[in-house]
């Protein structure tokens, strides 16, 4: 019985630990993005065109949902 519960919790210590490591790499690379963004307060985005807009917005979309944004580029163009 003891093997079982040093499995268990052993399991569980690596499922917390990789979803720390993502979380933590993942904020690490929002930051560095936004760092390298020269918009930093709101009086900078009031200054913001469209074009800098979309840059961000294909961005998150090709780290965060990229099948998701795919797949309903797809649907919208071939429907």
């Known amino acids: 019985m003891e093997t079982v519960g040093f499995r268990t ?10 979803v720390a490591l993502c979380k933590g790499l993942r904020y690490r690379r929002r930051d560095k993005k936004h760092a390298q963004s020269p918009f930093k307060t709101r009086e900078d985005f009031k ?25 309903a580029l797809q649907f919208a163009l071939f429907k």
Do not use: C
């Open 9 to 18: 919790t052993a399991g569980l210590a690596l499922v917390v630990a990789y």
């Open 47 to 71: 200054r913001m065109t469209g074009e800098d807009a979309w840059k961000i917005v294909e961005y998150v979309q090709a780290i965060e949902f990229p099948f998701t944004s795919k797949l």
